[in-house]
């Protein structure tokens, strides 16, 4: 059964680094989407991404953070500058075609950890 | 804006008894219902999807959940658990009118199934 998959699972860096997060969707799916997830917390939205642009980012989803699509495989989150708040699971999801109801398939999540 | 509330953080329950996870949520608009579970190491799977219709939705692996309106709320039920049901369980909403695919999600539910 077609997944999406996620690298690293496991990320640790330091605070005011940049990082990538990586993730490969389902590979006839149109929509993606980045969630995260802060310890004790809960799941919470922070972009989707159709057609080479964003369609829906949340008020988390600030300058610092960005999107891409830069093959037809990869879809990536990057941080620009880590802050100690940053660390979090944060999960890739994508969804085959455009209406509202259809499924979001998620990844197994790559937990950062920003020192 | 919505908000989803699941009541308990944690269920522990025996094999073959039944088990009801409760989920509340509040919202500005019309709503469609999602309950994901997750395993461990693996991302979130989607149960079950309540869009229109019957207010009884049946999901995956025995699960289902009954929409009330009255009481904006979206339960989860099973009349006989495994072992292999432990997991965490997330309940959702996301907007129907507006078209937006961001899930909401509650804070979860970890259901642990003791022999």
């Known amino acids: 059964e077609p997944e999406v998959t996620q690298t690293p699972s496991h990320q640790v860096t330091q605070m005011g680094q940049e990082v990538i997060l990586r993730c490969v969707p389902i590979?006839?799916?149109?929509?993606f989407y980045w969630y995260r997830q802060i310890l004790g917390q809960k799941v919470e939205f922070l972009v989707s991404?159709?057609?080479?642009?964003?369609?829906?980012k949340s008020e988390i989803f600030d300058d610092q953070f960005s999107v891409e699509r830069p093959d037809g495989s990869n879809f990536t989150l990057k941080i620009r500058s880590t802050k100690l708040e940053d660390s979090a699971m944060y999960f890739c999801?994508?969804?085959?075609?455009?209406?509202?109801?259809?499924?979001?398939?998620f990844g197994p999540g790559t937990r950062l950890t920003v020192l | 804006a919505q908000s989803v509330t699941q009541l308990d953080s944690q269920v522990p329950v025996f094999e073959e008894a039944p088990v009801e996870l409760r989920c509340n949520y509040s919202s500005s608009v019309s709503v469609y219902l999602f309950w994901y579970v997750q395993y461990p190491n693996q991302g979130l799977q989607l149960l079950l999807k309540y869009l229109s219709g019957s207010t009884l939705v049946k999901g995956i692996n025995g699960f289902e959940a009954e929409f009330n309106k009255s009481q904006t709320s979206f339960h989860l039920r099973k009349p006989s658990v495994h072992i292999s049901d432990t997991a965490e369980y997330f309940c959702?909403?996301?907007?129907?009118?507006?078209?937006?695919?961001?899930?909401?999600f509650g804070s979860g539910t970890r259901l642990q199934v003791q022999p």
């Open positions: 999801a994508s969804s085959a075609i455009r209406i509202s109801t259809d499924t979001q398939y």
């Open positions: 991404f159709y057609n080479n642009e964003i369609s829906e």
């Open positions: 959702a909403v996301s907007e129907r009118t507006t078209g937006r695919r961001a899930l909401t």
């Open positions: 590979s006839n799916h149109l929509y």
